[in-house]
């Protein structure tokens, strides 16, 4: 059974760092596109950033040039390196696998980890 | 970026009714479609991905249709465990989008 555990969140001051974490299991961070989708309390869903197995990057307008996403690959483990942090940056934080079946373009969300509370506020 | 209109922006039903939630994109996505299902607390989960094709496990009470900039999601005979919120998302194009949610309730 696929299981995205994600950790690293918490209160943080605006303009501080944070590094999430999301530790996969039965699925390869490295060969699948991996993403963030990210929901502010009472809000909806925004997607933050995606991964492609090749490596290429992604990334909304909202958080280009300030969070940078990666992978390591001996530990199976996605990341999300979160810098000048900001008060709009604040909720619940989601690994997701994005799948892409054979031959077909249309990518989809077919995995979600349980999400990690981020709260930017001083 | 493309945006997504969703419509009702939330709905009250009975058990056994059949509910139709809207999403309008703001240029075509072809069939790059997808909904989630929301439940409080909790984290989405995939219902129904390329506008039409149900993930596997997913009820056949709920069906996806549409192309281009119009798109709905369809109940056929709501369930006490379908109360939850609804979302639409297109992956035509980044920014991926998602609707603002369909809020599905009791009547």
């Known amino acids: 059974e696929v299981q995205l555990v994600e950790s690293g969140g918490g209160l943080i001051q605006p303009g501080g760092s944070l590094r999430l974490s999301c530790a996969a299991s039965?699925?390869?961070?490295?060969?699948?596109?991996m993403s963030w989708v990210r929901q502010a309390p009472g809000k909806g869903l925004e997607w933050v950033s995606l991964?492609?197995?090749?490596?290429?990057?992604d990334y909304a307008d909202s958080v280009k040039g300030r969070f940078t996403i990666s992978r390591d690959n001996s530990k199976n483990t996605l990341y999300l390196q979160m810098n000048s942090l900001r008060g709009e940056d604040t909720g619940v934080y989601y690994c997701?696998?994005?799948?892409?079946?054979?031959?077909?373009?249309?990518?989809?969300?077919?995995?979600w980890g349980q999400g990690t509370l981020v709260t930017v506020s001083s | 970026d493309i945006q997504m209109t969703q419509s009702p922006s939330s709905l009250s039903a009975s058990v056994g009714d059949r509910v139709a939630i809207t999403c309008r994109a703001s240029?075509?996505?072809?069939?790059?479609l997808n909904w989630y299902q929301q439940k409080r607390g909790k984290a989405p989960n995939l219902l129904i991905h390329?506008?039409?094709t149900l993930q596997s496990g997913v009820p056949s009470r709920f069906s996806g249709s549409g192309s281009g900039t119009d798109f709905t999601l369809t109940i056929t005979g709501l369930q006490p465990e379908d109360f939850a919120t609804y979302y639409c998302?297109?992956?035509?194009?980044?920014?991926?989008?998602f609707g603002q949610g369909t809020k599905v309730e009791v009547k």
């Open positions: 998302q297109q992956s035509h194009s980044s920014p991926w989008t």
């Open positions: 997701v696998r994005v799948q892409e079946d054979y031959g077909d373009p249309r990518l989809y969300i077919d995995y």
């Open positions: 390329a506008t039409t």
């Open positions: 039965e699925v390869s961070v490295s060969s699948n596109y």
């Open positions: 991964l492609y197995s090749g490596g290429r990057t």
């Open positions: 240029q075509s996505i072809s069939t790059y």
